[in-house]
């Protein structure tokens, strides 16, 4: 089970392959309703009422469950932004508060800051797996050398003002790792079996009741084209690295200007 999870969330990181291999499995399921299912069993006319409404059901609760399942793509989008603008508060207040340490440590721990400030822009800029793993190591020992600069002033001068530099490396130091665990929260792939599950069966009850061959060939097209657009934006938009729609760094960006001006 594992591993078919693992599976669905490698899928869902190419959004143009989930909307390829989702028209195909709709398409696919529409096709199998209208020839297959309708051959084998022909639906009588005083049974189409009863039809109806199970297939109005079903489609109703696939846009409720797509709606939810955007609007779980949407929330997770907008805590990455957030986390963003919290991460370049921390490290420009930091680089504020190092005016509070001795000369020589608020000197290092600027331009400690300022490496560290190139590190997490590049996080959200890069796509590369390999960039990115050493984008992770570099951050790490960064974050070590930082803690490091400040343990000689904390403990030479334990005052309320050095404190107040310590407590802001810690609001450093940890808006990373949230916006780190922001990045891992994805849709769970449970979710994504179940709308998929749901899809197929909508389209194959769609197949299953389309009365003319010309409606057949419509709604064999149309619905698992709009239902894998629907795929296609909640994994763009849950996607942090391989989607269309990202989260820029702006405000990293717009602190590290304000600093090389300074």
Known sequence: ???????MNRITDYPLLVLA?????LWLSSRIGSSILKKRRKLEEDMREDFGVIQSATLTLLGLIIGF????????????KNYEEA???AIGTEYVRADLLPSGVAARVRMLLSSYLDQRI???????AQQLQQINTSTTQLQSELWSALQSPAAAQPTPVVALAITGMNDVLNSQGYTQAAWWNRIPSAAWVLMGVIAIC?????GYGARRAEAERVLMLVLPLVVSISFFLI?????PRSGVIR????????LAQSLRTQ
Do not use: H
């Open 235 to 239: 994994a763009d938009i849950d996607s």
């Open 87 to 89: 991460e370049a508060n």
């Open 202 to 206: 909508c389209n194959l009850l769609v």
């Open 247 to 254: 989260v820029q760094p702006q405000n990293l960006i717009s």
């Open 1 to 7: 089970m594992g591993t078919k999870l693992s599976l």
């Open 69 to 80: 399942t955007f609007s779980m793509a949407i929330g997770r989008y907008e805590e990455r």
């Open 122 to 128: 590049l996080f959200y800029k890069t796509r590369d």
């Open 21 to 25: 291999v989702a028209f195909f499995a």
